[in-house]
């Protein structure tokens, strides 16, 4: 009868594993075999072109490929600015939140979590236009206070889209710290006001410590999405084409390679290169931000 449960319990997962299997498995798989090839056209070019066995060469290429390497770093550098500030934000909202009442916490929580509702594309074609000079609000409001500032300059074109990422991502972050706040004992609230800490004193020694988890996936999240980043600068590239080419992300470079160059196969390596690069840096993410804990 056991088995017979276990059996009928692991059917209600045949779903998601047939999910897995085909959405991700064999894509993957997929991209390896396609990176182990390359196309190579007959006679000077006017022929057909025939798939020969490359075996590493296009990993080769990838790893030397400065462009593609520089967009990595570009991106890595935005995030190490850009995931810190958003996580700060997002711990403070929900600390905020945890600290009033549920009725009017969950307005809030609410009215935070709208711009998360919105898709992506739809929020940096809003952002676009408040950045614009022509139609955006917030040139004319800077020539009030004496500044002339212009959102879509080399200088300004990463703190623009930091921006907007923030906008979009902190009330997602936001509600996950919450949630594990929700699940601290609030005996030990009690007990610490009784010995007469602070609420700031609460919030540093006994909110934050037991959110640090939260604070974890969020990051981890955070570094998988910075790392795909593509939507934004390819709108951004459409308004700014002289601050932001073709190569500014990772992403926005496999998508060149695959549609516009027509070379399949080294935008499947760049695809596992940067698959691989995901991995490493969510486990040295986790590896240094998380601990044991008894």
Not at 14 to 23: D, I
Not at 140 to 153: I, M, Q, R
Not at 171 to 189: C, D, T, W
């Given at each position: 009868?056991?088995?017979?449960?276990?059996?009928?319990?692991?059917?209600?997962?045949?779903?998601?594993?047939?999910?897995?299997?085909?959405?991700?498995?064999?894509?993957?798989?997929?991209?390896?075999?396609?990176?182990?090839?390359?196309?190579?056209?007959?006679?000077?070019?006017?022929?057909?072109?025939?798939?020969?066995?490359?075996?590493?060469?296009?990993?080769?290429?990838g790893l030397?490929?400065?462009?593609?390497?520089?967009?990595?770093?570009?991106?890595?550098?935005?995030?190490?600015?850009?995931?810190p500030v958003?996580?700060?934000?997002?711990?403070?909202?929900a600390l905020?939140?945890?600290?009033?009442?549920?009725?009017?916490?969950?307005?809030?929580?609410?009215?935070?979590?709208?711009?998360?509702?919105?898709?992506?594309?739809?929020?940096?074609?809003?952002?676009?236009?408040?950045?614009?000079?022509?139609?955006?609000?917030?040139?004319?409001?800077?020539?009030?206070?004496?500044?002339?500032?212009?959102?879509?300059?080399?200088?300004?074109?990463?703190?623009?889209?930091?921006?907007?990422?923030?906008?979009?991502?902190?009330?997602?972050?936001?509600?996950?710290?919450?949630?594990?706040?929700?699940?601290?004992?609030?005996?030990?609230?009690?007990?610490?006001?009784?010995?007469?800490?602070?609420?700031?004193?609460?919030?540093?020694?006994?909110?934050?410590?037991?959110?640090?988890?939260?604070?974890?996936?969020?990051?981890?999240?955070?570094?998988?999405?910075?790392?795909?980043?593509?939507?934004?600068?390819?709108?951004?590239?459409?308004?700014?084409?002289?601050?932001?080419?073709?190569?500014?992300?990772?992403?926005?470079?496999?998508?060149?390679?695959?549609?516009?160059?027509?070379?399949?196969?080294?935008?499947?390596?760049?695809?596992?290169?940067?698959?691989?690069?995901?991995?490493?840096?969510?486990?040295?993410?986790?590896?240094?931000?998380?601990?044991?804990?008894?």
């Amino acid at each position: 009868m056991i088995r017979s449960l276990r059996w009928k319990g692991a059917a209600f997962t045949v779903p998601f594993q047939l999910g897995f299997v085909f959405l991700y498995l064999l894509p993957i798989g997929y991209a390896v075999y396609q990176s182990l090839f390359r196309s190579r056209s007959s006679g000077l070019g006017l022929g057909g072109s025939t798939d020969r066995f490359a075996g590493l060469d296009n990993y080769q290429q990838g790893l030397t490929d400065s462009a593609f390497m520089g967009s990595v770093l570009r991106v890595v550098l935005f995030a190490c600015v850009q995931i810190p500030v958003m996580l700060l934000f997002s711990l403070v909202l929900a600390l905020l939140l945890d600290a009033v009442s549920s009725k009017a916490a969950g307005r809030f929580r609410i009215l935070l979590l709208v711009p998360y509702m919105i898709p992506g594309v739809v929020a940096a074609i809003v952002w676009l236009n408040v950045y614009s000079p022509d139609v955006g609000p917030l040139t004319p409001l800077g020539e009030v206070f004496g500044f002339s500032w212009n959102f879509f300059a080399p200088s300004m074109v990463w703190p623009s889209i930091g921006n907007l990422l923030t906008w979009h991502g902190i009330g997602y972050n936001m509600v996950i710290i919450y949630s594990a706040l929700q699940g601290v004992p609030r005996e030990l609230f009690e007990a610490a006001r009784l010995d007469g800490a602070s609420e700031r004193r609460i919030a540093l020694s006994i909110k934050i410590p037991f959110v640090r988890g939260a604070l974890v996936l969020t990051g981890m999240l955070s570094i998988i999405q910075m790392l795909q980043l593509f939507n934004e600068p390819a709108l951004f590239r459409n308004v700014t084409p002289q601050t932001i080419d073709d190569s500014f992300t990772p992403i926005m470079i496999i998508y060149n390679q695959a549609f516009n160059a027509g070379n399949y196969h080294y935008a499947a390596t760049l695809s596992v290169l940067l698959a691989l690069i995901l991995g490493v840096a969510s486990f040295l993410f986790y590896r240094l931000t998380s601990r044991e804990t008894d």
